[in-house]
């Protein structure tokens, strides 16, 4: 027969109850979000999809402190170690992929170099340890973004050469989805043609470093910012100086453009910007209509 607890125990329990939930909370606290989970594919294809306990399991996550490229700050991150992570879902295949294509739930598409990650250390962060809040706040709106579930960062305190390229090779946020790629199989129309000039090659390099992750070339690339090629393209309506003030400084020219400036951290900028507009020179020669054109 059951038998009613007297103050004593209901005190006791009370005691118990409370433990637990101090017990639950702590774990809470120290565990990802349930909710976030990253899709891995391979060339398209969906090879495991994992939520962020999961992805705990797997690899176990660690507290990296980095230089804040955005916030110009150390910020302390709990993170999944990227290489350690891919190892686990694709074994040591990814290291022979070409490039690694992430996905962000509001558009965002950068391809980053597979070689990034065996040159130096990525992590998957899912937290900050200095607030609840994950974001950062922008430099341009001064406002905090939500960086959820995922966020690219890199190992920049020890690793001077990539903190001195600021956010390059990539730092993007919202992930959802990493695919391994190789690069002309994703993006076969913006490719320049064969025979190009070295100034072209390297203005596409850098095209796609800088612009690729928001803009689409005939149709390829990513899906934040407007097509650049395909019917018209910049070259053919922004003319000399005009066409670099609006690369290098897109504010001067549209203030509530969402456009960011062109990163000048590095010496040989201008020859940069100069190379991405000879790129797209020669890709306004090179126009195909994109699959979803009307």
Same mark, same amino acid.
């Given at each position: ?39 891995? =594919? ?5 090879? $495991? ?32 170690? *990227? *290489? ?7 074994? %040591?295949?990814?290291? =022979?992929?070409?490039?690694?294509? #992430? ?15 065996? *040159?130096? !250390?990525?992590?998957?962060? #899912?937290? $900050? ?14 406002? =905090? ?25 990539? /730092?993007?946020? !919202? ?28 203005? #596409?390099?850098?095209?796609? $470093? ?9 149709? %390829? ?20 100086? /005009? ?28 020859? %940069? ?11 306004? $020669?090179?126009? !195909? ?6």
């Amino acid at each position: 027969m059951f038998r009613p607890a007297g103050n004593a125990n209901k005190y006791y329990i009370r005691m118990k109850l409370t433990g637990f939930l101090l017990i639950c909370a702590c774990l809470a606290a120290a565990a990802p979000s349930m909710g976030a989970e990253l899709t891995f =594919k391979s060339h398209g294809k969906i090879v $495991r999809a994992l939520s962020s306990a999961e992805l705990a399991e797997l690899v176990p996550p660690r507290e990296i402190t980095i230089w804040e490229p955005h916030e110009k700050k150390e910020v302390a991150f709990k993170a999944f170690a *990227a *290489a350690e992570l891919l190892t686990k879902i694709y074994g %040591d295949d990814w290291k =022979k992929s070409e490039e690694a294509l #992430f996905t962000c739930s509001d558009g965002y598409q950068p391809s980053l170099p597979m070689a990034e990650f065996t *040159a130096h !250390q990525g992590y998957l962060a #899912f937290a $900050r340890k200095d607030d609840p809040e994950f974001s950062v706040l922008s430099p341009d709106t001064h406002e =905090k973004v939500p960086v959820g579930p995922l966020y690219l960062i890199w190992e920049n305190i020890k690793d001077a050469s990539i903190r001195k390229q600021g956010t390059t090779p990539g /730092w993007p946020y !919202q992930v959802t989805t990493i695919d391994l790629i190789q690069f002309a199989d994703r993006f076969p129309r913006m490719s320049p043609p064969p025979g190009s000039s070295a100034a072209v090659r390297h203005g #596409f390099l850098e095209f796609r $470093r800088r612009c690729l992750a928001c803009h689409t070339v005939n149709g %390829d690339g990513g899906g934040k910012g407007v097509e650049l090629n395909y019917p018209a393209n910049p070259t053919e309506y922004w003319k000399g100086p /005009w066409l670099k003030k609006w690369i290098t400084e897109p504010k001067t020219v549209r203030y509530n453009t969402e456009m960011h400036a062109f990163d000048r951290d590095n010496a040989a900028w201008e020859s %940069d910007r100069d190379g991405v507009i000879a790129y797209l020179e020669v890709m306004a $020669r090179n126009k !195909q209509r994109p699959a979803d054109a009307p």
